[in-house]
C-alpha cells in the first residue's frame, strides 16, 4: 500500500542518516584529534596521534609482529569463550535438573560472580604459572559464574503451565529440558554470548597484562613501559576493531539461531 512504502522509504532514510551521522562522528574524531596533535594543542608524545598509530601498524607488520599479537589475543579470546559457552550451558541445565544442587551452590555462585576478577588473576597467575592456561582460565574466571547464573534464572522463568502440560501428557524430564526449556532459552542464550564474548577479551587482556610475553596485552603494557604510547593506542584501536568483529558473528549467529 501507499502507507507501507511511504513507512519503508522513512526507515530507510533513518537508517542511512544513522549511518552517515556515525561515520562524521568518526572521521570528525580522528581529523580533531590528528590536528590537536599536529598543532601542539594536545601533546602528540602522550597521547599519539592517527598518522603515528597507522605508521606504527606499518612498522609493526612489516615483520608480522602485530598479526603474531592479534593472533595470540583472538585464539585465548575464542578458546575462552567455547569453554565458558559449553560450560555454563552444561552448568546450568545441571542446576535446573537438579533443585537441590541449585539450592546449595546457588550462594556460592553469586559470591563468585561478585567478586573482582582483577583480584583472582594474580592467584591463578601464581597458581598456573605464566603461560597461556593461566590467561584462558582468567578470561574464563570473568564471565563464567554471571552466565551460568543467567542462564539457570532464565530457565526458570518459562512458563510452568506449560510444564505441567508436558507432564500431564506423560512428558519426561528430558522433553520438558529439549522441547521447552531449550528452545525457549534461545534469545537469553545468544544474549549472554554477546556479553560473555566481550568479557572473554577483557579476561585475556588481564591475564596478558600479568602473564604474557606476546598478545595485545602484552604490547599495551610493553609500550607504557617504554613510553611509546603509539604501542598503547594501536593495541587499544585493534581491540576495538576485534570486539566489532566478535560481536558482529555474535549477530550473524543469532539470526540464524533464532531464524
Not at 32 to 47: P, S, V
Request: glycine share 8%; net charge positive.
Amino acid at each position: 500500500s501507499p502507507a507501507q512504502r511511504k513507512f519503508i522509504i522513512k526507515m530507510r532514510i533513518y537508517k542511512t542518516s544513522v549511518i552517515i551521522s556515525r561515520l562524521i562522528l568518526f572521521f570528525g574524531f580522528l581529523l580533531l584529534w590528528e590536528y590537536t596533535a599536529d598543532k601542539g594543542i594536545i601533546n602528540a608524545f602522550i597521547f599519539s596521534s592517527p598518522m603515528r598509530v597507522y605508521k606504527t601498524f606499518l612498522e609493526l607488520a612489516k615483520d608480522g609482529v602485530i598479526f603474531m599479537h592479534i593472533w595470540v589475543t583472538l585464539y585465548e579470546t575464542l578458546i575462552a569463550f567455547g569453554i565458558i559457552t559449553g560450560i555454563g550451558m552444561l552448568f546450568a541445565i545441571l542446576l535446573w535438573c537438579f533443585k537441590g544442587l541449585s539450592d546449595c551452590l546457588e550462594p556460592f555462585m553469586v559470591v563468585l560472580n561478585s567478586l573482582p576478577k582483577s583480584a583472582l588473576a594474580p592467584m591463578l597467575i601464581v597458581w598456573l604459572g605464566t603461560n597461556t592456561k593461566a590467561i584462558i582460565i582468567t578470561a574464563v574466571s570473568v564471565a563464567i559464574f554471571g552466565m551460568i547464573i543467567n542462564l539457570y534464572t532464565g530457565f526458570l522463568s518459562i512458563d510452568k503451565e506449560k510444564i505441567i502440560l508436558i507432564k500431564t501428557l506423560g512428558g519426561s524430564k528430558w522433553h520438558i529440558l529439549t522441547r521447552l526449556i531449550l528452545p525457549g532459552s534461545k534469545r537469553i542464550i545468544i544474549s549472554n554470548m554477546k556479553v560473555n564474548i566481550g568479557l572473554c577479551l577483557v579476561g585475556v587482556i588481564i591475564g596478558e597484562f600479568l602473564a604474557a610475553k606476546k598478545g595485545l596485552g602484552y604490547l599495551i603494557i610493553y609500550g607504557s613501559q617504554v613510553f611509546k604510547m603509539s604501542y598503547v593506542v594501536l593495541g587499544i584501536v585493534i581491540l576495538c576493531i576485534i570486539s566489532t568483529l566478535l560481536f558482529a558473528v555474535i549477530n550473524i549467529i543469532q539470526k540464524l539461531f533464532l531464524k
